[in-house]
Each structure stands twice: as structure tokens, then as C-alpha cells.
């Protein structure tokens, strides 16, 4: 048996909505599909990882795989949220798995290829 | 008949050169597949969207579509990039169009679950 795991789609968050909005939309198939799925956002913008992090355990949840909307891994994801994750886990008593950022899976460079179809076509219309 | 076209797949950049790499892997299914694809990037690396600009237009290409590889429109996508573009097409006399960050198109959300498919599979095995 294997515990119910909480996802966290992980974006980086902007005091301008339109930003928030592009990434809530992104969120939308998982959170509609995926059970135990949220969006969090590092800064800027609300729910905050801590937010959704205390939220989730005083609902049960113990153990989060946060996965980064990022399409690669800089500053942010190499230091800045590891050290956050350090923190949350110690104060909320939970165990969290930081994924790689979902552009070093495959499955996106196919979606970019898609999408550049798309525009292709959009161009000669 | 339609000119034919010269996409650039435009990555932020940076001095990290496995922020690059990942990148250049992101846009591998593209360049391979799509005739006229090439990466550049906004800054701090190279081939740079003047240098890709430059020499496709030596051979030829009058019509551009950059397509960014960003999530979302920040300032870079909103400011800069329309400036540099701007700039870019006065100087070489071609036609460059700017589509929509790749993260508005629906097809990255749908990408975006799978890629949490692949984690829980990863965290629950």
C-alpha cells in the first residue's frame, strides 16, 4: 500500500494577474483530472507553496511531489526552492519529493512541436 | 503561394549551459521535424535571434514567427522582445511575426498532466 501523495504544480508567480492566469489555465487539465493536484506559487502570488503545504497536511496529506512549471532549472529551482522545501518540511512534519522541471520530460518537446504546427498554420491562413 | 517560413523557437538563455541544453532538447522534435526551425536566444547565449535572423535572411528568408519558449508573458515578452524584434526587422528588411508563449496554447496543459502521470508513477514504484 502506498499513501495518497499531494501534487503541487510549482509556478513561479507575478504580481501581474494575466501571468497567474496563463498558469492557472496550464494547471487546469491536472487539477480537473489528477486528484489531490494544486497549483502553488513560489512568490508573488497566492496560494504560496506554504499555503497549499499547510493546507494539505491539515488535511492528512504527509507526503508532496512538487512539480516545477518551469521549462528548465535555474537559479529558482537549483537554491531557492530546495531551501524553501527544507523549511516547510521541518515545520509541517511532511516528506516533500522536488520533481525535475516538466521541460526536461520529453513529452514537452513533443507539445512545443505540436505547437509550432499550430502556428504554422495560423501563419499561412 | 505562401513565402516559405523560418520558425525560431526563442529560449530566454543563459551563461548555464545545462539551462541551454535543456532547451536545445526541448526544441530537437521541432528542428528535426519541421523544415526551417532553429533555436535562439533572448540573451547570455548564442545562436542569438540577431545572429539566426541575420543568417537566414542572407539566405533568403523574409518571414519569421518566433515562437517563445516561456510559459507565460512577462516583461521580456511584453517589452523587450517586441523592441528587439522591432529593431530587427528594420535591419534586415524581413517580416517577423510573434506568436503567443507556448504555455497559452491548450496542448502544453494536456502535456503538463502527462508529465505528472510520469511523477506519480515515478514517486508511487
Keep these: 500500500m502506498t ?3 499531494q501534487i503541487i504544480l510549482l509556478a513561479h508567480g507575478s504580481s501581474d494577474i494575466r501571468w497567474c492566469e496563463t498558469f492557472e489555465k496550464l494547471a487546469e487539465p ?3 483530472s489528477i486528484e489531490n493536484a494544486a497549483i502553488a506559487y513560489m512568490e508573488l502570488a497566492e496560494p504560496s507553496l506554504d499555503t497549499i503545504i499547510a493546507q ?3 488535511s492528512g496529506a504527509r507526503r508532496f511531489t512538487v512539480v516545477p512549471l518551469f521549462l528548465a532549472a535555474g537559479r529558482h529551482l ?3 526552492v530546495p531551501a524553501m522545501i527544507e523549511k516547510l518540511e ?3 512534519q511532511v516528506s516533500i519529493r522536488l520533481a525535475e522541471p516538466i521541460g ?3 513529452k514537452l518537446g513533443l507539445a512545443i512541436r505540436e ?3 499550430d502556428e504554422l ?3 499561412e491562413s
Aim: hydrophobic share 25%.
Design 3 to 5: 499513501q495518497p501523495h
Design 30 to 32: 491536472t487539477v480537473q
Design 56 to 58: 494539505a497536511s491539515r
Design 78 to 80: 537549483r537554491k531557492d
Design 90 to 92: 521541518a515545520e509541517h
Design 104 to 106: 526536461t520530460n520529453p
Design 115 to 117: 505547437v509550432v504546427r
Design 121 to 123: 498554420g495560423r501563419a
